[in-house]
């Protein structure tokens, strides 16, 4: 049976491919999950099936709430989750996912730049374990799976 790994965060780089390709050749029995990446569907998924709003706060809360919904429901199936932190952008809501899966008992795995480390030091000392490079994350799942380096 495969292990499910939800992949959570920064949506502007390309460390998901890097971990997928990583595992892939590595022969890896995974099932990867992650929320939407076309930012702008993420963003307009509310309105576009709720009804529109002028009120770019409500625009926002129907985008989230859809969007908490299908991302709860995949972190919920996981069997650990993996939350990637940017530098150009501030994902809080990857901040939440990590809370929502620490709050499951789902394992954390954290993946940041060393310059975010005291910014997310709380959220650090809630995960299993921490890393900086997405090739490592492909490290430590293949270790988790196989107990080989």
Known sequence: MPLTVYLSGEIHTNWREVIIGMADEMGLDINFQFPVLDHGLSDDCGVKLLGLEENKFWHDHKGAKLNALRN????????????RFGEKYKQWNAAFDAGFAV?????LIVLH??????????????ALV???DPAKVASALNYVITGKL
């Open 113 to 126: 730049d060393d310059d975010n480390q005291h910014a997310l030091k709380e959220v650090d000392a809630s």
């Open 72 to 83: 709860y429901n995949a972190i919920k199936k996981s069997d650990i989750v993996v939350v």
């Open 103 to 107: 709050a499951s008992d789902i394992p």
């Open 130 to 132: 921490v890393l900086d």
